[in-house]
């Protein structure tokens, strides 16, 4: 595995979450925010951000050469 792919394997991201809610149901909200970007992905649930989570460790999961067949 190749200096530059072993680079492509970490991710990190800022998290931020809050309450939001009318007093009788309170839900969570999220964000996600690259540090090396600075861009910013908002989620509604924390489950859509688990979602989120889970799809970018599995792309990046696939084997080395395997991503770039498909294009």
Same mark, same amino acid.
């Given at each position: 595995?190749?200096? %530059? =792919?072993?680079?492509? =394997? ?5 998290? =931020?979450?809050? %309450? ?9 909200? @999220?964000?996600?925010?690259? *540090?090396?970007?600075?861009? =910013?992905?908002?989620? @509604? ?5 688990? &979602?989120?989570?889970? @799809?970018?460790?599995?792309?990046? &999961?696939? *084997?080395?050469?395997?991503? %770039?067949?498909?294009?």
């Amino acid at each position: 595995m190749n200096k %530059q =792919r072993q680079e492509q =394997r970490y991710l990190s991201y800022l998290l =931020r979450l809050w %309450q939001i809610g009318n007093g009788e149901k309170q839900v969570w909200r @999220a964000s996600l925010e690259s *540090p090396g970007t600075g861009e =910013r992905q908002g989620f @509604a649930s924390l489950e859509k951000m688990f &979602d989120f989570l889970q @799809a970018q460790a599995e792309f990046h &999961d696939e *084997p080395e050469g395997k991503s %770039q067949e498909a294009t």
